[in-house]
């Protein structure tokens, strides 16, 4: 049986053209849904679709803890030899799914799908200078294009499942585990239905996550500008700008990183968990 987790936050527009792909593009399978509290009627079209599809099943989360905490919990729940993950918005195609299953048959433990996007310039070259930047200053490569949507064997599942880490940037936990992994290549279309939960803001914040959990070059950085800072103070005296923007931004770095360190020490849940159905 294959597992099939989807986060889902208001996208309701787009779950029963979504479902029906699925389950006219594949048999043996578990449908697991996690609503990440979305604020529209997603759950109201998920409940009466549980009652008629035992194997649709769906977690309800008891606030919006982020697309990645929705993910975990449906890898958490999932029980299949080989769990996939994919978006809601019918941009990452149910048709492809076969191929990564075929692949997994053949002895990869991981199958990634490349995204060709045909998205607005501005999001491209944000993704774009992202996976640069972050393979360029990372212990952790992960491919070009390469997001959430793909398969996982048991083994790897339970490996991610097992990590005790609350920051969770599966993209990048999935290429840190290793093992036999494969790639396929298709095109990422439009979103025909609703409207992405991702603005300039939200796409900054998860750039500056996927970094911090992989790399602690922004401390080396700051260590260097301080440095340089050190030697134009004894050269020169009209440094008083450079200065305060130099110490502004280490401060904000070490900021983020005794953030990171607070909630691992918290240990709060990674999620909470209101219903589940059919599970």
Same mark, same amino acid.
């Given at each position: 049986?294959?597992?099939?987790?989807?986060?889902?936050?208001?996208?309701?527009?787009?779950?029963?053209?979504?479902?029906?792909?699925?389950?006219?593009?594949?048999?043996?399978?578990?449908?697991?849904? $996690?609503?990440?509290?979305?604020?529209?009627?997603?759950?109201?079209?998920?409940?009466?679709?549980?009652?008629?599809?035992?194997?649709?099943?769906?977690?309800?989360?008891?606030?919006?803890?982020?697309?990645?905490?929705?993910?975990?919990?449906?890898?958490?729940?999932?029980?299949?030899?080989?769990?996939?993950?994919?978006?809601?918005?019918?941009?990452?195609?149910?048709?492809?799914?076969?191929?990564?299953?075929?692949?997994?048959?053949?002895?990869?433990?991981?199958?990634?799908?490349?995204?060709?996007?045909?998205?607005?310039?501005?999001?491209?070259?944000?993704?774009?200078?992202?996976?640069?930047?972050?393979?360029?200053?990372?212990?952790?490569?992960?491919?070009?294009?390469?997001?959430?949507?793909?398969?996982?064997?048991?083994? $790897? $599942?339970?490996?991610?499942?097992?990590?005790?880490?609350?920051?969770?940037?599966?993209?990048?936990?999935?290429?840190? $585990?290793?093992?036999?992994?494969?790639?396929?290549?298709?095109?990422?279309?439009?979103?025909?239905?609703?409207?992405?939960?991702?603005?300039?803001?939200?796409?900054?914040?998860?750039?500056?996550?996927?970094?911090?959990?992989?790399?602690?070059?922004?401390?080396?950085?700051?260590?260097?500008?301080?440095?340089?800072?050190?030697?134009?103070?004894?050269?020169?005296?009209?440094?008083?700008?450079?200065t305060s923007s130099t110490l502004l931004f280490c401060i904000g770095i070490l900021g983020k990183y005794i953030v990171r360190i607070s909630d691992e020490v918290n240990q709060r849940p990674l999620y909470l968990i209101k219903e589940k159905i059919n599970l």
């Amino acid at each position: 049986m294959i597992s099939i987790v989807i986060p889902t936050y208001n996208s309701a527009v787009n779950l029963k053209s979504l479902i029906y792909r699925l389950y006219k593009t594949l048999d043996d399978f578990e449908l697991i849904f $996690v609503d990440d509290a979305s604020p529209d009627n997603t759950l109201e079209i998920l409940k009466p679709l549980c009652q008629k599809l035992p194997n649709l099943k769906v977690i309800s989360l008891s606030r919006n803890f982020g697309q990645q905490m929705a993910s975990s919990a449906g890898l958490k729940h999932a029980r299949g030899e080989a769990v996939i993950i994919m978006d809601d918005d019918l941009q990452d195609p149910p048709e492809l799914i076969p191929t990564m299953i075929r692949l997994w048959k053949e002895g990869n433990d991981i199958v990634y799908a490349v995204r060709n996007r045909k998205e607005s310039k501005l999001r491209i070259l944000l993704y774009k200078l992202f996976y640069k930047l972050f393979n360029k200053i990372s212990y952790q490569k992960i491919p070009i294009d390469s997001g959430d949507f793909g398969l996982m064997s048991r083994r $790897v $599942v339970d490996i991610i499942n097992s990590m005790p880490e609350h920051s969770r940037f599966l993209r990048g936990l999935r290429a840190w $585990v290793g093992f036999k992994q494969a790639s396929i290549g298709y095109d990422r279309q439009k979103r025909e239905k609703g409207k992405s939960g991702y603005n300039f803001i939200k796409i900054l914040q998860f750039v500056m996550y996927g970094l911090l959990a992989f790399t602690n070059m922004p401390l080396y950085i700051s260590f260097v500008l301080s440095f340089i800072y050190i030697i134009l103070y004894v050269f020169t005296t009209n440094v008083v700008w450079f200065t305060s923007s130099t110490l502004l931004f280490c401060i904000g770095i070490l900021g983020k990183y005794i953030v990171r360190i607070s909630d691992e020490v918290n240990q709060r849940p990674l999620y909470l968990i209101k219903e589940k159905i059919n599970l």
